[in-house]
C-alpha cells in the first residue's frame, strides 16, 4: 500500500488521468511524475541520511514504536502525573497501624499547622506583587 491507496485506486485514478490528459500528452505527464518521485525519493533519502549524521549510531538503537504520539493514552498520562511519587514520612509509617500512632501523626500534622508562617497582610500603601506577564 502506498498511502492506503489499493491496486485498483491507483488503476482508477491512472484511467481518470488517461482520459482528462489525453494519449498525446499522458507520456510527458508521466515521464514528469516519475522524475518527481526520483527526486522526493532522493530529498528523503538524503533527510535520513543528514538525520544519522548528526544524531550518531545510536539512531539505530532508538524504538520509534514508543516515540508513536498515537501510543499515547490521555488518561494514563493524567493518572501518571497525579500519582503522588513522595515517600510517607517515617512516623506516619511506623505508627500507621495503631490508634496512638494515628494520634502522633494528627499531632505533628496540628503542630506543624500551628507553627507555620501566617500569611502575610498587604496595605494599600504595599500592594501585592503582580505579573503582567502572567495573564
Avoid: C, H
Avoid at 498587604?122 to 506583587?129: I, R
Amino acid at each position: 500500500m502506498f498511502f492506503g491507496l489499493t491496486f485498483e485506486k491507483i488503476l482508477l485514478i491512472g484511467v481518470i488521468a488517461g482520459l482528462l490528459i489525453g494519449p498525446e500528452r499522458l507520456p510527458k505527464y508521466a515521464a514528469t511524475f516519475s522524475q518527481f518521485v526520483r527526486r522526493a525519493g532522493e530529498y528523503m533519502r538524503g533527510a535520513k541520511d543528514k538525520v544519522r549524521e548528526e544524531v550518531g549510531p545510536e539512531i539505530n538503537d532508538l524504538d520509534w514504536r514508543k516515540l508513536d504520539p498515537r501510543q499515547y493514552d490521555p488518561r494514563r498520562i493524567i493518572r501518571d502525573a497525579l500519582m503522588d511519587d513522595t515517600p510517607p514520612a517515617p512516623a506516619a509509617i511506623a505508627g500507621a497501624g495503631t490508634a496512638a500512632g494515628v494520634g502522633a501523626v494528627a499531632a505533628t500534622s496540628t503542630v506543624a499547622a500551628t507553627s507555620a508562617t501566617p500569611p502575610r497582610v498587604f496595605s494599600a500603601s504595599e500592594p501585592p506583587p503582580f505579573d503582567l506577564e502572567a495573564t
